[in-house]
């Protein structure tokens, strides 16, 4: 990442190399060390692609929370001996900050709400006081990750997402299933259960992904244009893994055009996780704080969004 004020940010790399369990879900150790094979290869290319040297860099950015320790761990130990080796500040970021800046930076947005939603992660967040703050999110599970267990659950692949986006596109009929938002926050793990029951009870699988998508989409929405109503906000940007899907896309900006909201989407390619958006957090955090000391950077598996101080846009 290469600022280029006063117009913005330029990607000079982002490689990227997914892991994908041979069967289940994401074991902690075995993603620890899937990051830990792949990330010299990984560096390797991403300055043969950027045509840059590590005597270019200025600053070393990494995500310090939140996430799986192992692999939280493992990217801050590679992040220090980078920055000790080539003599450049370090600097940690909050990983759900840096869904909501390359969102705001990289498209036309000015102050936008985030609508995040991962496998790990549902929050929607937006600036306010000096800080980003949640004004709604999961009480149970990330919306990524309810998908991926029912995914497994009826016999499709990980990721789960796009399996059941795909199968969505051929449901005919709507069933039931549990509207769970509690004021400003959503659960999702009652739908998991309920679709489940339904499954089991012969419903057909098309229909049960097109009613999943229709209900936790739908629930989504709604605490969104609430969240903008609340915040003052005129503008909704997203981010994160399970905003890729175009069902969800497309809900979103219909809202959005019936409030008189402006909708964004950031390059897809810088929707789900990917390391251009922790360089782009690091250099607003690096440009107005600086780096900080070694002892400082211990990961934080809980580094909640609210307790950032946004320097930066201050």
Not at 88 to 111: K, M, Y
Not at 239 to 263: H, P, S, W, Y
């Amino acid at each position: 990442m290469r600022g280029s004020e006063p117009s913005g940010f330029e990607v000079l790399a982002n490689r990227v190399d997914m892991f994908r369990p041979a069967k289940g879900g994401i074991h902690p150790r075995e993603a620890a060390e899937h990051h830990a094979d792949l990330l010299p290869s990984l560096l390797a290319a991403a300055f043969e692609e950027s045509g840059l040297s590590p005597g270019d860099l200025d600053v070393v950015c990494f995500s310090q929370g939140p996430g799986l320790g192992p692999c939280l761990r493992t990217a801050a130990t590679t992040a220090r001996a980078l920055s000790l080796s080539f003599e450049v500040p370090l600097v940690g970021v909050n990983h759900c900050v840096s869904h909501l800046e390359v969102g705001r930076v990289l498209t036309d947005a000015t102050d936008p709400l985030l609508l995040y939603a991962s496998g790990g992660n549902t929050q929607i967040i937006a600036y306010a006081g000096g800080k980003y703050r949640v004004f709604g999110e999961t009480l149970d599970v990330g919306l990524g990750n309810m998908l991926d267990k029912f995914a497994l659950e009826v016999g499709l692949s990980f990721p789960g997402g796009p399996k059941v986006e795909e199968l969505a596109r051929r449901g005919q009929r709507y069933l039931e299933l549990p509207y769970s938002v509690k004021g400003m926050d959503l659960a999702f793990s009652g739908i998991l259960t309920a679709a489940l029951a339904l499954r089991k009870a012969g419903a057909g699988l098309a229909d049960l992904c097109y009613s999943i998508q229709e209900t936790c989409f739908a629930m989504l929405c709604e605490t969104t244009e609430r969240a903008l109503a609340h915040a003052r906000k005129d503008e909704v940007v997203i981010g994160g893994g399970v905003v890729q899907n175009k069902r969800l896309q497309a809900m979103v900006e219909t809202m959005c055009r019936e409030r008189g909201a402006k909708f964004f989407v950031p390059p897809r390619a810088l929707l789900p996780d990917n390391g251009a958006m922790i360089a782009l957090a690091g250099a607003l955090e690096y440009r107005a704080s600086g780096g900080i000391p070694l002892e400082a950077s211990a990961v934080r598996q809980r580094y909640r969004t609210d307790q950032v101080a946004v320097t930066w846009r201050a």
